[in-house]
């Protein structure tokens, strides 16, 4: 079974991927840096706020391994199915029979 899906850039996906790692870095490196400068000063505050960014890191992980899961059509709101490729995310949609790229490279591989 092999019919030509369309394929189309996921018009959502990319802006909250990014939202979700610059909020991640926005709050995890104020925390960093507490900790840092408390560390003798106050260290109750200083393994607290690793702990926040700790929180941060596994957070901002766990959000975008789901957002690249479990991806929603765009245009039908459905579950899709992710798809074999080897550089880029991307999920297919049955009802729609569209491809959809989420624009979001695996590893290491920027093409
Ligand atoms: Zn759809």
């Known amino acids: 079974m092999k019919n030509e899906s369309i394929e189309k850039l996921h018009p959502t996906i ?3 991927f990014i939202i979700i790692l610059f909020s991640a870095i926005a709050l995890g490196f104020p925390a960093v840096i507490i900790g840092l ?4 000063s106050d260290p109750q505050l200083s393994n607290i706020s690793y702990g926040i960014f700790v929180t941060l890191v596994i957070g901002a992980l766990v959000s975008l391994a789901v957002l690249t899961k479990f991806v929603k059509c765009p245009k039908c709101n459905t579950k899709t199915r992710k798809v074999d490729h080897p550089t880029t995310h991307k999920v297919y949609c049955r009802p729609c029979n569209i491809t959809w790229n989420l624009r979001i490279g695996k590893k ?4």
């Open 14 to 16: 990319l802006r909250k």
């Open 108 to 111: 290491n591989n920027h093409q």
């Open 37 to 40: 400068t408390h560390k003798e």
